[in-house]
């Protein structure tokens, strides 16, 4: 994907089939199950392709195991059919990603043969509900196999522990190589483009105003149909069809901190179903790091929310009580907080309680919302989607959805253990070469052709394997525009030790310059800019009571 192709291509004036609001999970879901269609479709983003939610997950690709739960114990269809849907779709994500998501094991430790039976059985329906698409069966372990397994672990007070199969993937770049396949099928697909208005005529909408955010340049752009794919900023697009509209959403804050590899297996993750407060958090490995999170707070809705610190110290005093050593903020390499959109129901005050299936609401003058969901059920949301918009939007017999069995860039030519091929092939070392595979999957080859080439096989920092060819890469092929664009989401440098990322901002600026042409005044405004920012999630902020106080 070229930036500035792209952009000509929405001020050229051809009225689109589709403009998709929103370069998240669902926005980029949508613009690729339209595009395999045959459907003219333009996706614009305002800010990065997964900036927002899409890219502070836990990183997992599941099908609730807690919602499953609540299925049962109330009864609860809708629920139900949730979790049945969740597991259909994590299945289908692993085998068209492969290189992005692959399957984890996960324990959770019980204290009672009662409490491991009851959770057993809620599993083995789990694994029943997944079908063909099972990832393993799930076992309970006496307390000495569970410390074997996680010897980490503090089992004081349990004696047994149940574990189980999920997924996980690598969110932000699952967001950017889906807006990348939706472009090689003809998507029009550009970032940092703000949608400021939309354009009616005889009371229905006909397209969009915009703003290039880069260069302050305003146009319009037709379309027979608009969805609003926001995320948490839904409502806000909603309300510039119309201005008195009731709010759907509420949305809650997930926080997530990045701790040392050594206080967790590689292979087995933790998973808290309940705590005190009710809140269910995960131990997971990642990126050769381990995520701990998730809180699940009422939050109100910002760009770029600040962790508060107390949430940190909420994930500490929990990861110290489940570990044989205390966990500190010395210990914290990385944080995080991002912003779940949340389908509001006014009866029910409690995030926790609220649905988490989505919603499609069509407005009077055709505006086509898609809310809600997760990551894990992107696919079938665009499916449904896309369903409404040809039907509401008259855009004729497309093709059928086709994203079902779709294989993504990267993953057409991918085997499991491919990066040995390539550290042979290539004579790259094994790091180098695990890495690539594993962020690019087939295309791991072409970044280090264009290292060896253009001499950018120098690691970015000397703790980690990302190299200068994948910052030029991603400027020339997935429209990274700004040194955070690069640290957050095309690399996981960010996300996994903030201290180094910050050390590591100039010489991906370096890169960037001479790839965009920026003079020095904007390359030291991207590496502050960046730093910025990572300082400021990293330092999180105090809560305000406690401030006030």
Not at 103 to 115: D, F, G, H, N, Q
Not at 150 to 159: A, K, R, S, T
Not at 385 to 406: I, K, N, Y
Request: charged share 25%.
């Amino acid at each position: 994907m070229n930036r500035q192709d792209n952009i000509n291509q929405l001020r050229a004036g051809d009225p689109f089939d589709l403009v998709v609001i929103g370069g998240g999970a669902t926005g980029c879901g949508i613009a690729l199950d339209a595009a395999t269609r045959g459907l003219s479709v333009a996706l614009l983003e305002r800010d990065d392709f997964a900036q927002g939610t899409s890219s502070k997950s836990t990183k997992l690709v599941h099908g609730g195991v807690r919602y499953l739960e609540k299925a049962v114990k109330k009864l609860d269809r809708a629920q139900f059919d949730l979790v049945r849907e969740g597991l259909r779709e994590r299945g289908r994500l692993l085998k068209n990603a492969p290189h992005l998501a692959h399957s984890i094991r996960l324990m959770t430790p019980v204290k009672t043969w009662r409490e491991a039976a009851y959770i057993y059985a809620g599993l083995v329906l789990y694994d029943m509900l997944s079908g063909c698409l099972s990832l393993g069966r799930s076992a309970v372990v006496s307390k000495k196999k569970a410390a074997k397994l996680f010897p980490q672990l503090n089992l004081d007070g349990y004696v047994a522990a149940v574990i189980y199969s999920d997924g996980q993937f690598n969110d932000a770049r699952m967001a950017v190589t889906l807006a990348r396949t939706a472009a090689s099928y003809g998507a029009v697909c550009a970032n940092h483009v703000e949608v400021t208005g939309l354009v009616k005529q005889g009371g229905r909408i006909s397209g969009v105003t915009v703003r290039d955010c880069l260069d302050g340049q305003e146009f319009t752009i037709a379309a027979k149909g608009v969805v609003n794919a926001a995320g948490p900023f839904a409502d806000a697009i909603r309300r510039m069809d119309d201005p008195e509209v009731a709010p759907m959403l509420k949305t809650s804050s997930g926080i997530h901190i990045l701790l040392p590899a050594d206080v967790a297996p590689r292979d087995l993750s933790l998973m808290i179903p309940k705590t005190e407060d009710g809140r269910v958090l995960f131990m997971i490995p990642w990126q050769g790091f381990v995520l701990f999170g998730t809180t699940d707070e009422p939050a109100p809705i910002e760009f770029d929310p600040a962790p508060e610190r107390r949430d940190v110290d909420y994930l500490l005093r929990y990861a110290s009580a489940y570990l044989r050593r205390p966990v500190t903020r010395d210990d914290v390499l990385a944080v995080w907080s991002g912003l779940r959109p949340l389908v509001f129901n006014p009866n029910k005050k409690n995030t926790q309680e609220l649905a988490r299936s989505h919603v499609i609401d069509i407005s009077a003058s055709g505006l086509l919302t898609m809310t809600g969901g997760k990551w894990t059920s992107y696919r079938s949301m665009a499916e449904e989607a896309v369903d409404a918009a040809c039907q509401t939007f008259c855009l004729g017999q497309s093709r059928p959805c086709a994203t079902q069995e779709l294989r993504l860039l990267g993953s057409r030519a991918y085997l499991p253990e491919g990066w040995r091929d390539l550290a042979r092939r290539e004579g790259v070392a094994d790091e180098l070469a695990r890495s690539l595979w594993t962020l690019y999957g087939d295309e791991a080859a072409a970044i280090v052709k264009l290292g060896r080439d253009e001499d950018l096989l120098t690691p970015l920092h000397p703790e980690h394997p990302y190299v200068g060819a994948e910052v030029a890469f991603a400027v020339r092929h997935e429209m990274a525009q700004h040194v955070g664009d690069v640290l957050l989401r095309r690399l996981p440098l960010g996300l996994l030790n903030m201290r180094h990322a910050m050390q590591a901002a100039a010489a991906v600026a370096d890169i960037m310059a001479r790839e965009l042409g920026w003079d020095e005044a904007r390359r030291d405004s991207e590496v502050d800019n960046a730093c910025r920012l990572l300082a400021a999630w990293f330092a999180g902020r105090e809560d305000q009571a406690a401030a006030q106080a």
